[in-house]
C-alpha cells in the first residue's frame, strides 16, 4: 500500500481500489510506490537547470531544444520516457518580449524527468484556477514583476505534452562556467514563476 | 509517426466546443466555446474522454491553440495555449 496518505475521502477510497486491485492478484503489494519511485527515479530540477545552463552557452543547442526538445534532450543524456511512453516536452523560452508561465489547470502535469516532484502551490487550486486568468498578478505575489510591455503567455499543461521554461541568461554572467550557470536556475524559474 | 492528415494546420483559427459532458474530458471549461489560433500539431493521441470511459478511442492530432486571455474571461492582456484534441475543434471561416 502506498505511504503518505492523508485521511480524505479520496485517499480512503484509493486504498480501497489498491486493496481489492491486490486481493484479485491484478496488482502485487508495494507495486504503486514502486512504480512511482521507478518513474520519479532521477527526477530533480538539477536536470532542467542542466539543460538551461546549455542552451545559455550553445545556442545551436538552444535552437534544437526549442524546435524539438525530445531530440535534444538525449545530448545531456537525458529524456522523457521515464513513464509508460514518451512525453512531449515543449520547452519555451523567455524574452524581453514574452514571459511564460506553466500551469496544469485540470489536474497537476508537470515535467518529473526535469523537474522532480512538482511542489505543492502547484497543485493548488488557489495557483491553477488563478494563473490562467490573472498572470501578472500571480506573478507579483511570487515577487517576479515585469514590464507592462512584457507579454505573458501562460501554457496549460492539461494534456499529452510537458512544458519548461528556458529562462532569460541572467546579465554579467559571461564570465561563469556551464556548472555555475545551472546553479543560478531555480525550479520556479524553470515553472515561470521566478526570474532567474 | 502517424500518417494521418491534420485537420488543422498552424495559423489556423478554431473554435472550441461548448460541450459540457457527464465525466471526464480535457477541454477545460474555461476555454469552452472560444475562438483561438492554432499554434502547431503536437502529437497523435488517443481521445482522453474514450479513454477515460473505458473506450479504446481513436487517434487524433491534439494542437496547441492559443487564446487571447480577453476571449476566454473577458479581461487580460495576456494569453492562454492549452492543448485540445481535434475533436473539440471546429473551423472558424475567416471573415470576407
Known amino acids: 500500500m502506498s505511504g503518505n496518505h492523508s485521511s480524505s475521502v479520496i485517499s480512503a477510497r484509493v486504498r480501497h481500489v489498491e486493496a481489492l486491485l491486490e486481493q484479485r492478484g491484478l496488482l502485487e503489494g508495494g507495486e504503486i510506490d514502486r512504480r512511482i519511485d521507478e518513474f520519479a527515479a532521477g527526477g530533480t530540477p538539477a536536470n532542467g537547470a542542466r539543460v538551461v545552463a546549455r ?67 502547484y497543485k493548488s487550486e488557489a495557483y491553477r484556477s488563478r494563473v490562467v486568468r490573472d498572470p501578472r498578478g500571480v506573478l507579483a505575489e511570487f515577487g517576479v514583476e515585469l514590464p507592462a510591455a512584457t507579454r505573458i503567455s501562460v501554457w496549460d499543461a492539461s494534456a ?37 | 509517426m502517424s500518417t494521418r492528415t491534420d485537420r488543422f494546420a498552424p495559423g489556423d483559427r478554431v473554435r472550441t466546443r461548448s ?58 492582456d495576456h494569453s492562454v495555449t492549452v492543448e485540445l484534441w481535434e475533436d473539440y475543434l471546429t473551423p472558424v471561416e475567416e471573415d470576407p
Open chain 1, 55 to 121: 542552451a545559455w552557452i550553445d545556442p545551436g543547442f538552444a535552437e534544437r531544444l526549442l524546435t524539438d526538445a525530445n531530440a535534444a534532450l538525449p545530448e545531456l543524456g537525458l529524456s522523457m520516457s521515464g513513464g509508460l511512453q514518451e512525453q512531449r516536452l515543449k520547452v519555451v523560452a523567455n524574452s524581453a518580449e514574452e514571459h511564460n508561465v506553466v500551469v496544469c489547470t485540470l489536474c497537476s502535469c508537470y515535467p518529473i524527468a526535469l523537474l522532480g516532484p512538482s511542489p505543492g502551490w
Open chain 1, 160 to 196: 499529452e505534452s510537458r512544458y519548461m521554461v528556458l529562462p532569460r541568461r541572467p546579465e554579467g554572467t559571461g564570465s561563469l562556467s556551464e556548472e555555475e550557470l545551472a546553479g543560478l536556475v531555480t525550479r520556479k524559474g524553470l515553472i515561470g514563476t521566478a526570474l532567474v
Open chain 2, 19 to 76: 460541450l459540457d459532458p457527464d465525466g471526464h474530458t480535457r477541454l477545460p471549461r474555461y476555454a469552452r466555446g472560444a475562438v483561438g489560433v492554432v499554434v502547431e500539431p503536437a502529437g497523435v493521441h488517443p481521445l482522453a474522454d474514450d479513454r477515460a470511459r473505458g473506450r479504446t478511442g481513436n487517434p487524433q492530432t491534439v494542437y496547441h491553440v492559443r487564446f487571447p486571455a480577453a476571449e476566454l474571461f473577458g479581461a487580460g
